[in-house]
């Protein structure tokens, strides 16, 4: 094999490490015998997902370091004030604050990708923000429409709201508007981008979206949003903060997914606390589930501040690489 094929086949190898998780964990989904859609979400809870997003405090760190302890306290003021914002929307706006996060997180985990690719795959033209819009949206909007009293079960528990005719309505409206609005902006940037369609990244772009899609059709919302949550979203999320933060002279990933587990403990041990807290409070569901959808909640209230601070970081490390 000629050496300007042999980087692209590493990068895809490595590129699709997170796929091979998700059709692991389907597989595991359909030989045991119980659903495992709860356990998944408290893995992520103690595992990859609120380690992902309590590494944030040392983002908040790196990028303060020239500054004094009162303008880190001051961000980290910011950040915290931003989730009691979240929550006091959740309390008094349920329906609204959820279909936000909804529309936040679609976002969030498209641009995430987006990041992915441009890092597997440097050498290609960068693909357009709206075209990772849309395969975010797809996180979003296949589960809602098609399963929407399922999707909206963790969200009734935590707000005492019911499944209702009514809800699954709105749920199936915003689905269908949201992945029409990005769809729209994918297609307009599709028809601007004729160099991007004909890249490796696009191609790898176009082939994990019909994955996405497959996943998401056959696959329990529960367990197919918080699958593709550990197994793609949180370990990719990982991967580029252990790029980021930790020498390449650790070779071990283990030793540096150990390290980062400590570095996020600061964060970390508070959100756990806090979920297991709530817990019992949940409306409905067993001990599991009411852990699982506490941890919901955690991330919806902590999604807004965690999608501001990630992307900028991401325009910061744009810039000083330019630069």
């Given at each position: 094999m000629s050496s300007k094929l042999e980087a692209p086949v590493k990068q895809a190898l490595l590129f699709f490490l997170p796929i091979t998780q998700l059709i692991l964990l389907w597989v595991v989904s359909r030989i045991l015998p119980y659903d495992l859609s709860s356990i998944i979400w408290v893995v992520a809870l103690f595992v990859f997902g609120m380690a992902h997003g309590s590494m944030d405090i040392v983002i908040i760190k790196k990028y303060d370091k020239n500054q004094t302890l009162f303008d880190t306290g001051k961000k980290l003021g910011w950040y915290l004030l931003?989730?009691?914002?979240?929550?006091?929307?959740?309390?008094?706006?349920?329906?609204?604050?959820?279909?936000?996060?909804?529309?936040?997180?679609?976002?969030?985990?498209?641009?995430?990708?987006?990041?992915?690719?441009?890092?597997?795959?440097?050498?290609?033209?960068?693909?357009?923000?709206?075209?990772?819009?849309?395969?975010?949206?797809?996180?979003?909007?296949?589960?809602?429409?098609?399963?929407?009293?399922?999707?909206?079960?963790?969200?009734?528990?935590?707000?005492?709201?019911?499944?209702?005719e009514s809800v699954d309505l709105i749920l199936k409206t915003f689905s269908l508007s949201l992945l029409s609005l990005f769809f729209l902006f994918a297609a307009i940037n599709f028809l601007k981008c004729r160099k991007q369609i004909f890249s490796y990244g696009s191609l790898f772009f176009f082939l994990e979206s019909i994955i996405a899609i497959f996943w998401f059709l056959f696959t329990p919302p529960l367990l197919a949003i918080g699958g593709y949550f550990l197994c793609m979203h949180a370990t990719r999320?990982?991967?580029?903060?252990?790029?980021?933060?930790?020498?390449?002279?650790?070779?071990?990933?283990?030793?540096?997914?150990?390290k980062m587990h400590f570095d996020s403990l600061a964060f970390g041990i508070p959100a756990i606390l806090f979920v297991l807290a709530w817990a019992p409070f949940m409306d409905s569901g067993s001990v599991i589930q009411k852990i699982a959808y506490a941890s919901i909640g955690f991330y919806l209230v902590s999604t807004l501040p965690h999608h501001i601070l990630v992307s900028d970081m991401l325009k910061k490390e744009k810039v000083a690489t330019q630069g």
């Open positions: 931003l989730m009691l914002a979240s929550g006091f929307g959740l309390m008094m706006f349920p329906l609204v604050t959820v279909l936000s996060f909804f529309t936040l997180t679609a976002i969030h985990f498209g641009e995430a990708d987006l990041t992915s690719f441009s890092d597997f795959f440097s050498k290609s033209p960068e693909l357009p923000k709206s075209w990772a819009w849309l395969k975010g949206s797809l996180v979003i909007a296949l589960p809602c429409y098609f399963y929407p009293r399922e999707a909206w079960e963790p969200f009734g528990s935590i707000t005492a709201i019911p499944s209702s999320h990982m991967q580029k903060l252990m790029c980021h933060f930790y020498s390449n002279k650790e070779k071990s990933i283990f030793s540096k997914q150990v």
